[in-house]
T-cell receptor, first 114, second 116 residues
């Protein structure tokens, strides 16, 4: 059983560009959540996808968007990058929507916006 | 909205000594409570969780946590720390609104340093 994987590991972009981050869920998991972790902070919930539909969103603007595919892998897209978007982006997969279901986290993608 | 406070940004403990990491939450009802650990370059690993029932929960790596409703606290403990416990520890709360999952709300973390 493979765990949650994310790609790329590191990424450098300039302000105004667009970025796509990818996540492969743990086998059998149908729910993916994305978090942003700024330096020295705890992760912040961006949004969650369940069966290919967005199911909940945190306090993030619409330029943060996502997709979930039939195999439950997921993408996080960020448009019009800002300097404050520099962070570690974590993907977590789980079986089902409920907060009681354990979320398994990937190692993250480190995004630097210059 | 729920919130999580971890009052200690850094804690230094000698190897073999006991450990307690503090966590307080703010929420109208009893949320689901979690402790995660994050080592450099690693994702978050779940140490333990509380949903209901026995207020003392056991986790992996010898950790335990106690839920105290009256204090809105969920402190993490370990009787004897090892050098490999040096990491960032996050307390988190989760809830399910029924209309859509709200995700987990994390505290800012406590950085644990182990002295030889």
């Amino acid at each position: 059983e493979t765990g949650v994987t994310q790609s790329p590991t590191h990424l450098i972009k300039t302000r105004g560009q667009q970025v796509t981050l990818r996540c492969s869920s743990q086998s059998g998991h149908n729910t993916v959540s994305w978090y942003q972790q700024a330096l020295g902070q705890g992760p912040q919930f961006i949004f969650q996808y369940y069966r290919e539909e967005e199911n909940g969103r945190g306090n993030f603007p619409p330029r943060f968007s996502g997709l979930q595919f039939p195999n439950y892998s997921s993408e996080l897209n960020v448009n019009a990058l800002e300097l404050d978007d520099s962070a570690l982006y974590l993907c977590a997969s789980s079986l089902g929507l409920r907060a009681v279901n354990e979320q398994f986290f990937g190692p993250g993608t480190r995004l630097t916006v210059l | 909205a729920q919130s999580v406070t971890q009052p200690d940004i850094h804690i230094t403990v000698s190897e073999g000594a006991s450990l307690e990491l503090r966590c307080n939450y703010s929420y109208g009802a009893t949320p689901y409570l979690f402790w995660y650990v994050q080592s450099p370059g690693q994702g978050l690993q779940l140490l333990l969780k509380y949903f209901s029932g026995d207020t003392l929960v056991q986790g992996i790596k010898g950790f335990e946590a106690e839920f105290k409703r009256s204090q809105s606290s969920f402190n993490l403990r370990k009787p004897s720390v090892h050098w490999s416990d040096a990491a960032e520890y996050f307390c988190a709360v989760g809830l399910y609104s029924g209309g859509g999952a709200d995700g987990l709300t994390f505290g800012k973390g406590t950085h644990l340093i182990i002295q030889p």
